[in-house]
């Protein structure tokens, strides 16, 4: 019971924060001089009426803050707004959220399957030439810039011609059996799924290293061993459970960036994710879709927080939230 | 552990100076050492003529003998009329016989269309989208560059030039089985057009401000429009108006331009697009791909009588960024780059791999883009704040002549074109690229030479003192120059006109600002001092850049003049023009009043002298067309004039493109 | 969070044994000196390159890097020299060539003339390390397409690349600090109140912050004016973590016996924070700062790969990169122009494995947090 009151609690308490995000990101993007009509105003082609009748359609000329109110108002509803592409905003984002959402989805599975077990390895086999070679390999992973690793991996594909060249699909995508589609997408997945996992595995590598290790360093751990309990007992079944602790932590953080793209990598390849569309959105000053775009990040970071909270309140009953 | 560092530097070394071919003797002489660099044959030293001719640049002649494609693809003459079985009169292509069936796969790149609704589109892909679709009355001849009809039997301009008559060709159709009537040209301009529905522009494009032409249905097949003064524009302009389904979208009309512009927006069900054009849309999914399939009812056959389009698919894949398409090309997993696919970097690695990938590799000439220098020679105040918009040091450099023309001489455009542009574009010297029709052959090309420029500039009392040049009253010459950032063309272009400046002891600020902001600032506050520039342009009519050169043109960004009053529906009055603006307005006005060919020609030359000889826009390059094509493609026959917006391109007639046997 | 505050450091590590940790540790050290090393090179830049920033020779334009040979023609050894290259151009082909012109040779030279500078923008030199005659010239990386030599401008840009860490540093800490030092001291509502706004900017994705603050930059400035504010940009993404953890520290230190004796004897809350309070935290903000570096390295690259970073023609590793980006094609003729992509992942490396290696000698605690 308390815990749901916790939630409640939380969810009330998010409310304000996310109409302070709101309001950040609109007045961010006010303070830019915004010009939806730049690209028509650049056209020779294009008459001064034309381009007064798409000002009045766009509303350009209310106050900003009638307009934060406008949008504001209509979020609430549901109603998003039309991207500047002309599509509404909430296709484009389910459109774009698919696609990262299976990518990062692959991420993770991928990063703690391989994070978790050679972690520990590296931890019970400490200082030993493996624990090194991971320690060098985690180093490089984390300071390798996502998209210049995307972008080395871009050129191998082109100089060997096994991998396709970003995006998503083939162009023959249309006619091909859905098992042929599959393999198709998986294909073209290797790639991006492949750089996301390489930086991300380092950092969750190294940290289930270290926690592990700070674990066998304590108390009583130490008395487990003096009990004469078997090693693999003292790491597997009092050592882990304990270390996994802070990695809840994480798993939280990496839900709320479930729908969050790696926005350079996505850009270097091509992939059709929430990253690039909200880059795209933010260079090409399209209001409506940035607005959306950093208020879902920004609720998925939340519900995320939130996720960790509890799930940490569950394996670890000393901790009380205030 | 610095004895483990060691052996690795050492390593790292060895590796560095090899590469740098310190190990090895001196390379031989007349040898290649790698892809882009070789050894010279030990001789004499060379003379001065050797060195120029071994610098040189595409030639910069201002003819169009650059141009394969002309030679590549002989003029077939026009379209012949057939009329078949039912009465149904038809063009006949011009092509080969083809075989029916295949998926042609092209790319374009960038967000995809914006909308499927012709009428409504504002970018260049849904424009060129909305030409697959949609044929209009007339279309632009590829070979001679003239009117000729499409949807049309004939067209007719009265002998005072102010009535043009349409006549339809008997049993055209649209996909859905309806007949394409007059009703639905009238529909198209009188409603559509006139009244400003969707996007809203092309009535400028086809008409004065104050003289829209009168429509009127003389029967099923035949439409007149009648204007107060002759405008020759018109008919070149009309190719980029399609004709508009009247049993589909009066309805729309109803209810209120709110409820037009979404229709047939991007989440259309395409069994409900209806065109005339001879592929329809069947699939799209947003970033990914557009599917068009064969339109049944299309109103062409080729020379057996078959109806066309051979082809039963046409897909395009979209890509985020330029480099993709050309890797998705190379990959094979498109047939086809069209115009402005192409850039610099890319044509050597595509020309290498023409045998390898089966394909060719053809220039079709200048862009009808241009790119330019640009001073702001603003003499006015601004009413708002009583200040003037440019500072009047600076004023009397930007409208002195020969501080321009000395501007244009210290700029090494072949070498621009060599180094920047890998020789994918040329050196352009006036505002009509060789490749117009209209094009003014008797204009020299401007000589690089830094001497010029400082003669110039003495003659007008600057002085250089040290490296730094002052002007007659004493003060430093200095200014901004802009331009849109994130483009490492224009960035390396202008870096190059710094340095040459920088030798006349000019001291140049660049700085790249966001496209957003500096559109703000040519059209609204005018705050800029020097800015390069982009703009498109067409071969076909210079009458498109009426609102660039015109006095009162909207774009007439080197001396631009704001409307007082933003709700000026008339056209501005300009009262402060220079004697050589006036001559140029009335130049193009005499040009676009006249179907007279003798009467065009004269005036557009003159008024590409007048731009030529004040320099008001100091034009540097253009780039080059280069499209790739697999060569399993059928009757592609490019032609300089004819190119559209992609995704038609350079395939002016998309209806006979077929796939020939093999991969 | 409770769960996100870092245990405390409750002994102060002096300054030399903090060095000593460092310096004893093989991988610390390897990447001490090679940090040592970019930054020297980065301050003595004018005189080691051959090449002034902005120097270019457009008939040397997209240049193959400088053959220097130490044999001659009969094989004997001599010094250094290079050959004269000219360019060629073919139209229908669209290739450049360079040509070696085998005739003349022009040995380099050693601590020659070149143009003038200021080192370190105090003294007038025109010395520089090496250099070759004109019309020869030594571009030993090659030249980008307006023929300036990619090799000086390695090291300018490494000039903005590395400062650009610790300026934003310099902005970023004082800010984060002393919010989150006020915050954490006053508690109730001004607490809740300054937390929210906090989290507030930490939830907006770095990288859009960062492109509508660079959006927002006055246009027109000069591109040290612009360096500036960028770096103020980049401090604005990384203060309001840092005050939330210094907050978090604050709550608890003010609790601690000696804060609240040193209160009892009458010290004001100032002198109370500045004197006990923040020395507190200086193990954390020490690797925090160590570790915040590379973001910032990284986050200029990223802008600048967009357009909106240091702009031409100033030289930075992220607008260098951005340049070879752009052609995918020369990369497999020249794979030299990822230099900059590789010198920020060398840079970024090491300050990593400094900063690992910091948290392990400043606080064993804390080797698990993070």
């Known amino acids: 019971m308390s815990t749901f009151l916790y939630i409640i609690k939380r969810f009330i308490q998010a409310v304000p924060l996310l109409f302070i995000i709101s309001i950040i990101a609109f007045t961010l993007l006010k303070c830019t001089p915004i010009d939806p009509l730049a690209s028509m105003r650049a056209n020779p082609s294009v008459s001064r009426s034309a381009i007064k009748a798409e000002e009045e359609r766009l509303g350009l000329n209310k106050p900003a803050p009638v307009q934060y109110f406008y949008w504001a108002g209509n979020a609430l509803q549901g109603n998003l707004g039309i991207s500047s592409t002309g599509a509404p905003v909430i296709e484009r984002l389910t459109a774009h959220a698919g696609n990262t959402l299976m990518l990062n989805i692959l991420v993770i599975l991928l990063t703690w399957t391989i994070a978790l077990p050679s972690g520990i390895y590296a931890a019970v086999h400490r200082a030993q030439f493996i624990d090194k070679v991971f320690g060098i390999l985690s180093a490089i992973g984390m300071s390798m810039p996502a998209f210049l690793l995307a972008f080395l991996l871009m050129v191998l594909a082109l100089v060997t011609g096994l991998l396709p060249i970003g995006g998503l699909t083939s ?92 926005a350079l990598t996505e850009m270097v390849l091509s992939y059709p994710g929430l990253g690039k569309l909200t880059l795209d959105a933010m260079l090409t000053k399209d209001m409506n879709m940035v607005m959306a775009s950093i208020m879902m990040g920004a609720i998925m970071l939340v519900t995320g927080n939130l996720f960790a909270d509890v799930l940490l309140k569950f394996t670890d009953p000393r901790i009380s939230h205030d | 552990m610095a004895k483990g560092v060691a052996p690795y530097l050492l390593q790292a070394c060895a590796v560095a100076l090899s590469l740098s071919g310190c190990i090895a003797p001196p390379p031989e002489p007349g040898t290649r050492i790698s892809d882009n660099l070789r050894v010279a044959e030990r001789k004499h030293p060379r003379t001065e003529q050797e060195n120029s001719v071994q610098n040189s640049a595409p030639k910069a002649t201002l003819s169009s003998d650059n141009i394969a494609a002309d030679a590549e693809f002989p003029n077939p003459g026009p379209f012949k009329l057939v009329t078949d ?12 016989l083809g075989k029916f069936g295949g998926t042609l796969k092209l790319t374009s790149f960038g967000d995809g269309p914006k909308t499927f609704n012709c009428w409504d589109a504002s970018d260049v892909e849904s424009h060129g989208i909305g030409l697959m679709q949609f044929d209009s009355l007339v279309d632009i001849d590829p070979w001679t560059g003239k009117a000729t009809p499409k949807l049309c039997k004939t067209v007719d301009v009265s002998p005072d030039g102010r009535v043009v ?29 006139k009244d400003g529905w969707g996007e809203g522009s092309s009535k400028d494009t086809i008409s004065i401000p104050t003289d829209y032409p009168v429509i009127k249905k003389v029967d099923d097949l035949t439409t007149t429009f009648t204007f107060k003064k002759p405008f020759s524009p018109f008919l070149l302009n009309l190719n980029a108006v399609t004709i508009a389904p009247r049993h589909v979208l009066l309805p729309v009309t109803k209810k209120g331009k709110a409820a037009f512009r979404p229709f047939w927006n991007v989440n259309v069900d395409p069994k409900t697009i209806v065109g005339s054009g001879p592929y329809i849309l069947s699939q799209y999914i947003p970033a990914q791909r557009i599917e068009f399939k064969r339109n049944p009812n299309y109103h062409m056959v080729d020379k057996e009588g078959r109806r066309l389009p051979y082809l039963d698919k046409i897909v395009i894949s979209i890509v985020k960024e330029q480099p993709q398409m050309i890797l998705k090309f190379l990959g094979g997993e498109v047939d086809f780059l069209d115009a402005r696919s192409v850039r610099g970097m890319d044509a050597s690695v595509l020309k290498q791999k023409e045998k390898e990938g089966n394909f060719t590799l053809r220039n079709l000439g200048p862009d009808d883009g241009t790119v330019f220098l640009m001073f702001n020679m603003c003499r006015r105040k601004d009413p708002k704040t009583g200040k003037f918009y440019v500072d009047p040091v600076k004023q009397d450099w930007f409208n002195s002549l020969n501080f321009r023309k000395a501007v244009s001489h210290s700029i090494d455009r072949p070498s621009i074109v060599n180094n920047i542009l890998r020789s994918v574009g040329y050196p352009l010297y006036t505002c009509q690229t060789t490749a117009g029709v209209y094009h003014n052959t008797d204009l020299k090309p401007i000589t690089y030479s830094l001497e010029e420029a400082k003669k110039l500039l003495k003659e007008d009392g600057f002085v250089l003192k040290g490296d730094e040049l002052f002007d007659k009253k004493g003060n430093r010459v200095e200014f901004d120059l802009i331009t849109n950032a994130g483009n490492t063309i224009r960035d390396a272009v202008c870096i190059h006109i710094k340095e040459q400046l920088k030798l006349l002891g000019i001291k140049v600020n660049y700085a790249p600002i966001e496209f957003n902001a500096m559109i703000n600032r040519t059209h609204t506050t005018l705050d800029w001092q020097a800015m390069m520039l982009g703009l498109s342009g067409s071969r076909l009519e210079p009458y498109s850049g009426a609102n660039i050169w015109k006095s009162d043109g909207r774009m007439h960004e080197f001396d631009q003049r704001l409307p007082d009053e933003p709700d000026e529906k008339i056209q501005l009055k300009v009262t402060d023009a220079r004697p050589w603006e006036l001559e140029l307005d009335k130049c193009l006005d005499t040009a676009a009043g006249s179907f007279d060919e003798k009467v065009r020609a004269e005036n557009y030359k003159r008024a590409e002298a007048i731009a030529y000889e004040q320099e008001p826009l100091i034009f ?44 | 969070m409770a769960a996100q505050a870092p245990a405390l450091a409750s002994t102060k590590v002096s300054r030399r044994t903090v060095f000593k940790g460092l310096w004893k540790d093989n991988v610390a050290r390897a990447a001490l000196i090679v940090l040592a090393c970019f930054y020297a090179a980065a301050a003595l830049a004018d005189l080691i390159t051959p090449y002034g920033m902005e120097f270019n020779d457009a008939a040397y334009g997209n240049a193959p890097a400088t053959l220097i040979h130490i ?17 060629e151009n073919d139209p229908v082909t669209y290739k450049q060539i360079f040509v070696i012109l085998p005739d003349t040779k022009y040995p380099i030279k050693l601590f020659c003339k070149g143009d003038p500078y200021k080192l370190l923008g105090l003294i007038p030199m025109d010395l520089h390390l090496f250099g070759v005659d004109a019309p020869a010239r030594i571009f030993l990386l090659g030249a980008d397409m307006n023929g300036r030599d990619n090799f000086s401008r390695l090291f300018f840009g490494a000039q903005k690349s590395l400062t650009i860490g610790f300026l934003g540093l310099l902005i970023a800490f004082p800010i984060g600090i002393i919010y989150g030092g006020i915050s954490g001291y006053l508690g109730g509502l001004a607490d809740n109140f300054m937390m929210r706004f906090a989290e507030a900017i930490m939830s907006i994705p770095s990288l859009y912050l960062l492109i509508g603050l660079a959006a927002i930059l006055p246009l027109g400035m000069s591109s040290s004016q612009r360096f500036a504010l960028i770096t103020v940009i980049l401090s604005f993404i990384s203060w309001a973590s840092l005050a939330r953890v210094i907050r978090g520290m604050v709550l608890s230190i003010r609790e601690e016996e000696f804060v609240q004796a040193a209160k009892s004897l009458g010290m004001t809350d100032f002198q109370n924070i500045i004197k006990h309070v923040i020395p507190q935290t200086s193990s954390y903000l020490i690797i925090a700062a160590t570790l915040q570096v590379p973001n910032f390295i990284l986050a200029e690259s990223g802008l600048s790969l967009i357009g909106l970073g240091i702009q031409q023609p100033d030289a930075s590793w992220g607008n260098m990169l951005k340049a070879a980006l752009d052609q995918p094609n020369e990369l497999v003729n020249q794979p030299w122009l990822l230099a900059p992509g590789f010198l920020i992942f060398v840079t970024i490396l090491c300050f990593n494995c400094v900063g690992d290696v910091l948290r392990d000698v400043l606080d064993p605690k804390l080797a698990g947090g993070r």
């Open chain 3, 71 to 87: 044999q001659d023609e009969k094989g004997n050894l001599t010094a250094p020299y290079v050959f004269h290259m000219q360019q």
């Open chain 1, 171 to 262: 162009a023959d995508f249309g006619e091909l059996s859905f098992f042929d589609q599959v393999i198709d997408i998986a294909h073209h997945l290797i790639i991006p799924v492949t750089v996301l996992t390489c930086i991300s595995l380092a950092g969750i590598q190294r940290q289930v290293r270290s926690n592990l290790l700070d674990v066998l360093r304590a108390d009583y751990v130490r008395t487990a061993r003096a009990k004469g309990l078997p090693e693999n007992r003292v790491i597997y079944k009092h050592a882990l459970r304990n270390a996994i602790n802070p990695l809840i932590t994480i798993l939280g953080f990496e839900f709320a960036g479930l729908l969050s793209g790696a």
């Open chain 2, 85 to 96: 079985k039912d009465g149904n009169e038809l063009w006949q292509a011009r092509g080969e």
């Open chain 2, 620 to 663: 540097i390059y253009t780039n080059a067309v280069l499209t790739a094509a697999r060569n399993t493609m059928g009757n592609y026959k490019p032609t300089p004039l004819a190119i559209y917006y992609t995704p038609k391109g350079s395939l002016h007639n998309l209806e006979e493109i077929y796939l020939k046997e093999g991969k």
């Open chain 2, 165 to 193: 008559t349409f006549t339809l060709r008997k049993g055209l159709k649209w996909s859905d089985g309806k007949p394409l009537t007059s009703d639905d040209v009238v529909f198209t301009f009188d409603t559509i057009v």
